[in-house]
């Protein structure tokens, strides 16, 4: 029986990418799909270019660094508005490594997050830079991996009108 503090996700992965002869060689099938989750909108989803996927569609890889600097924002702000920091802007360029071993595997080996915050009030810039690494001992995300997640984080202060 699941503890009142465990949650479940569902999500729903659809190939769309038959072209008729399903995977009847490498070459012969796209691999587009779809991912969608009761509520928000379906994901277009493929392959890396490099494995023979659509540039213009999301790929798993992406999906995961995406995840990761979610979660971190998230958590950020949420500790950030328990300590009085008060955020006016956030945005993270996050990178992220992934090596291939062969055979057709790989595995990420680090994430770089590289969130570039706005702050109300200079007093605030040193605790602002410091709240990043409780974040990260609270992102569920970055908990749940393998490899390293790091930050390489910047603080400004919101210009005065």
Do not use: K
């Not at 009761?38 to 277009?44: E, F, R, S």
């Not at 008060?86 to 590289?114: C, K, N, P, Q, W």
């Amino acid at each position: 029986m699941p503890s009142a503090r465990q949650h479940t996700y569902e999500t729903e992965v659809v190939w769309t990418g038959n072209l008729g002869t399903g995977t009847d060689s490498y070459r012969s099938y796209r691999r587009t799909h779809d991912v969608t989750a009761a509520g928000p909108p379906p994901i277009a989803g493929s392959a890396d270019p490099h494995f023979r996927g659509d540039a213009d569609r999301w790929n798993p890889e992406q999906l995961l660094l995406a995840a990761l600097s979610q979660c971190h924002m998230l958590s950020y702000l949420h500790v950030c508005a328990m300590a009085g920091v008060v955020v006016t802007a956030y945005t993270d360029h996050a990178i992220g490594t992934m090596d291939e071993t062969g055979g057709g595997a790989g595995h990420f080996t680090s994430a770089v997050l590289r969130p570039r915050v706005e702050v109300a009030s200079a007093s605030m810039t040193d605790e602002a830079r410091a709240l990043h690494h409780e974040a990260q001992r609270l992102c569920f995300i970055a908990a749940s991996v393998n490899f390293p997640v790091t930050h390489e984080p910047s603080v400004t202060v919101r210009p005065t009108p």
